[in-house]
T-cell receptor, first 109, second 120 residues
Framework: DAKTTQPPSMDCAEGRAANLPCNHS???????VYWYRQIHSQGPQYIIH???NNETNEMASLIITEDRKSSTLILPHATLRDTAVYYC??????????FGSGTQLTVLP | EAGVAQSPRYKIIEKRQSVAFWCNPI?????LYWYQQILGQGPKLLIQ????????DSQLPKDRFSAERLKGVDSTLKIQPAKLEDSAVYLC??????????????????FGPGTRLLVL
């Protein structure tokens, strides 16, 4: 499975867009990029996933570069409740998710 | 739709004691997972069930950990005897698909709130 690299922590002002980067330079063609987040004292929560194309849902947008070596999760209008650890996972079909240490996003008032 | 239920939420035991955790997945989800999450780390998969059969238990310390999913619904995870290094949050998750990448990657996992274990 491709290794992913994320910054250990980031801050974002409330109401602004939060852009969380993820590097997956060794990703293979059949690996999806998944994003989960984990709010303190809760289990991880699925956010979004993608293979090649950019994706958007009610929670976030996922931008994957054309070469698929990196991606960015965008929370368009961050709120205090978005403070959490965000995990970027590259997972091939037929394999299970492997969580790294993620990025601690702190949304500041 | 009810989420994944786990109990107890907290447990404190002394080393060498036994402990058991219970999980009730989302109704209809055939796949059930147990994860261990040590403080400051991401969750680590311990075991995966498909209905009542084990799909992957390669990272389960089988000398002290055991898990079962009788009747393919609820599951229990047991530690016997516990060690200090077992202090962690134990998360249960379920999914409608065997692997996340099936069905266009839509097989996302739904996690329970976890059981926080402290071994003294």
């Amino acid at each position: 499975d491709a290794k992913t690299t994320q910054p250990p922590s980031m801050d974002c002002a409330e109401g602004r867009a939060a852009n969380l980067p993820c590097n997956h330079s060794t990703i293979s063609g059949n690996e999806y990029v998944y994003w989960y987040r984990q709010i303190h004292s809760q289990g991880p929560q699925y956010i979004i996933h993608g293979l090649k194309n950019n994706e958007t849902n009610e929670m976030a947008s996922l931008i994957i570069t054309e070469d698929r070596k990196s991606s960015t999760l965008i929370l368009p209008h961050a709120t205090l409740r978005d403070t959490a650890v965000y995990y970027c996972i590259a997972c091939p079909v037929g394999r299970q998710l492997t969580f790294g240490s993620g990025t601690q996003l702190t949304v500041l008032p | 739709e009810a989420g994944v239920a786990q109990s107890p939420r907290y447990k404190i035991i002394e080393k060498r004691q036994s402990v058991a955790f219970w999980c009730n997945p989302i109704s209809g989800h055939a796949t059930l997972y147990w994860y261990q999450q040590i403080l400051g780390q991401g969750p680590k998969l311990l075991i995966q069930f498909q209905n009542n059969g084990v799909v992957d238990d390669s990272q389960l310390p089988k000398d002290r950990f055991s898990a079962e999913r009788l009747k393919g619904v609820d599951s229990t995870l047991k530690i016997q005897p516990a060690k200090l290094e077992d202090s962690a949050v134990y998360l249960c998750a379920s999914s409608s698909l065997r692997y996340p990448g099936l069905a266009g990657g839509a097989g996302s996992q739904y996690f329970g709130p976890g059981t926080r274990l402290l071994v003294l």
